[in-house]
């Protein structure tokens, strides 16, 4: 069974541009949450969706926004960029949306952004 | 607000030797507990996991041990090996509710030859 995939792996944009990441999740898997990792924050959570809606969302400006598909595939788009933004976005893709034995997050590889 | 943290941001062992790796957890309403794995340029990957109702919990060569009364939580790893050598993170969250798992800051565990 494939793994979460995560595209483009590798980003670099200027500031005030905007992006947007792709993540395809486990076959099966219905949520997917994203995280920011940052050398200086570590692991945040920026949202989760099930079955296409936001179901949760972290302490993350509005700049933030996210969307998933009928295939649950989910993409995150962040407007307006900042030299902040630098960090690896990371995809987790699980069964249902809530923490659990037997519901266990499988984290993609990243998207690494880098914002000059 | 309420966090997760680890107590030591590095730890090298001997290969061959047993780790054993700390986390704190101050979020009291957290019922379910996750260690991570994360290697160079990898995304991290699931561990272990404990319940709140559980004090111990055994997977292949790795334990993790809960204590409530001070929000404790370990991962012990036997017999290290190389591989074994990454970031471990433990995460905490509530399995009540909506998906918020809140990540420590992590230890690099560095085996040694």
């Known amino acids: 069974k494939a793994g979460v995939t995560q595209t483009p792996r590798y980003l670099i944009k200027t500031r005030g541009q905007q992006v947007t990441l792709s993540c395809s999740p486990i076959?099966?898997?219905?949520?997917v949450s994203w995280y920011q990792q940052t050398p200086g924050q570590g692991l945040q959570f920026l949202f989760e969706?099930?079955?296409?809606?936001?179901?949760n969302k972290g302490n993350f400006p509005g700049r933030f926004s996210g969307r998933q598909f009928s295939n649950s595939r989910s993409e995150m788009n962040v407007s307006t960029l900042e030299l902040g933004d630098s960090a690896l976005y990371l995809c987790?893709?699980?069964?249902?949306?809530?923490?659990?034995?037997?519901?266990?997050?499988?984290f993609g590889p990243g998207t690494r952004l880098t914002v000059l | 607000g309420e966090s997760v943290g680890l107590h030591l941001p590095t730890l090298s062992v001997q290969e061959g030797d047993n780790s054993i790796i700390n986390c704190a957890y101050s979020?009291?309403?957290?019922?379910?507990f996750i260690w991570y794995k994360q290697e160079s340029g990898k995304g991290p990957q699931f561990i272990i996991d404990?319940?709140?109702?559980?004090d111990k919990r055994q997977g292949q060569r790795v334990t993790v041990l809960l204590n409530k009364t001070v929000k404790h939580l370990s991962l012990q790893i036997a017999a290290t090996q190389p591989g074994d050598s990454a970031v471990y993170f433990c995460?905490?969250?509530?399995?009540?509710?909506?998906?918020?798992?809140?990540f420590g800051s992590g230890t690099q565990l560095t085996v040694l030859p």
């Open positions: 404990i319940r709140s109702n559980m």
């Open positions: 979020n009291s309403a957290s019922d379910y």
């Open positions: 076959s099966g898997h219905r949520s």
């Open positions: 995460a905490e969250g509530q399995s009540g509710s909506a998906r918020q798992l809140t």
């Open positions: 969706y099930f079955s296409e809606t936001q179901r």
């Open positions: 987790a893709s699980s069964l249902a949306f809530r923490p659990g034995a037997g519901n266990e997050q499988f």
